[in-house]
């Protein structure tokens, strides 16, 4: 079980012993094919604004035991850890995970916000008693007033608060009955801020997995991925632990997720017990993978005539690298046409809380995607990953998650 105490903000040296050997820094050939797929190199078009650069520093900081300038660290920070450079690296560049270690010894203690928000993300009990504080300031006509006096601003959290809409208050149920001949169960990952944020979306993933004859159970005692504290430089390990103890003691099919962000960290868990996170790792299924997998021969949808588009979140693209089954899931609509956006490659600007550090680098990258939205002629936009939604939806259009539309046509 998780317990805050455990939750110290920097990583200590024997927790890195058991990350995976990677390609050393010096393996990069300088060949330059990641340059066009960074997202900070299409907005600044500079070469400190690429992946090779920023190569440079990380072998600087992890191999060459260098202290880095104020002006390296500001590129190295401006990545959006978006892993579209892993893509086309000939050298097989663990970017991300080398990124992790050099900010795990660059992390600063944390400001007391950051400290706090940390620890509301992981810690569940803490994170529902604040729910109602939060759902009385949305109701209560006080953010108006409050935005106005720029106290938001003064304490930079107007763009936090800006991402905020009414939490779900109810806690889930533990357990869910399948509504046509069970086949079998599978446990559900319920994530932390998604659990309060896009109840929608898990609840569209219940009605779906219980309607092709799946049981779903939701553990209790389960936490946050532990993304948010690694890509920040911050000891996610108590939060890996307690997620593996959790759902390898129970005896399901698979463990799904909803959300891409989260998959994406979950499908790369490590700890020092290798056997209890290969037995996680080998259970943990998209859930579109596995509805496309167990979606029953005569379990049909209602039609929709309507043409969305996706957006394939850079989580999607290139860590699951499934992003084809949300397009073979979706076919299952009879007259629904499904198109891609456009530049899919390039990242929206969301990534997990650079929205929050980097407003300006993410919004700029935030008009690019909504000119291409805009174009493409759609009713509405399909994305897997909450972030990524939440951050990109609009009053001028909708961005939902691909669980939303296929359970609304049930
Ligand atoms: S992870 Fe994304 S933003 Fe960072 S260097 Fe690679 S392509 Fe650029
Ligand atoms: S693609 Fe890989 S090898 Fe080539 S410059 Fe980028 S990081 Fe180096």
Redesign the pocket.
């Known amino acids: 079980m998780f317990d805050p105490a455990d939750m110290v903000f920097a990583i200590p040296d024997d927790d890195l012993t058991y990350y995976s050997p990677l390609p050393e820094t010096a393996?990069?050939?300088?060949?330059?094919?990641?340059?066009h797929t960074c997202p900070t190199f299409t907005l600044f078009a500079s070469q400190e604004e690429?992946?090779?650069s920023r190569?440079r520093t990380l072998r600087k900081i992890l191999f060459d035991k260098q202290s880095i300038s104020a002006t390296e660290r500001e590129h190295l920070d401006n990545c959006l850890q978006c892993r579209a450079?892993e893509t086309?690296?000939?050298?097989k560049?663990s970017?991300a995970a080398q990124f992790d270690q050099a900010q795990a010894q660059l992390a600063q203690p944390p400001s007391l916000f950051a400290k706090l928000a940390l620890t509301l993300i992981a810690h569940k009990t803490w994170r529902s008693r604040l729910m109602p504080s939060l759902a009385f300031y949305l109701r209560s006509g006080l953010q108006q007033p409050i935005r106005r006096s720029g106290l938001l601003k003064k304490l930079g959290l107007a763009e936090a608060e800006a991402l905020l809409t009414n939490p779900v208050l109810k806690p889930l149920a533990t357990h869910y009955p399948s509504t046509r001949r069970k086949l079998g169960q599978v446990a559900l990952f319920t994530g932390c801020i998604t659990e309060h944020f896009d109840r929608a979306s898990l609840h569209a993933a219940i009605q779906l997995l219980n309607a092709i004859g799946y049981d779903v159970i939701i553990p209790l005692s389960q936490g946050c991925c532990g993304a948010i504290h690694q890509h920040n430089g911050f000891n996610a390990t108590a939060l890996i632990k307690n997620n593996i103890a959790i759902f390898n003691a129970l005896n399901v099919d698979a463990v799904v997720f909803t959300t891409t962000g989260c998959g994406a960290m979950l499908s790369e868990y490590e700890i020092e017990d290798t056997s209890a996170a290969d037995k996680f790792k080998q259970r943990l299924q998209d859930i579109l993978d596995f509805l496309l997998e167990h979606w029953p021969d005569d379990f049909t949808l209602k039609p929709l005539a309507e043409k969305i588009a996706i957006h394939e979140p850079c989580s999607q693209r290139n860590v699951l690298k499934n992003q084809q089954t949300v397009y073979a899931l979706l076919a299952k609509i009879p007259a629904l046409e499904v198109i891609p956006l456009a530049d899919n490659a390039l990242c929206c600007g969301a990534a997990g809380t650079y929205q929050l550090t980097h407003p300006e680098n993410a919004q700029q990258l935030c008009k690019l995607k909504q000119q291409v939205i805009k174009t493409a002629g759609v009713t509405q936009v399909i994305s897997s990953n909450y972030a990524c939604a939440a951050f990109l939806n609009t009053e001028h259009n909708s961005v939902t998650h691909p669980l939303q539309i296929l359970a609304q046509q049930l």
């Open positions: 393996d990069c050939l300088s060949c330059g094919l990641c340059l690429t992946p090779r190569v450079c086309v690296c000939p050298s560049m970017y």
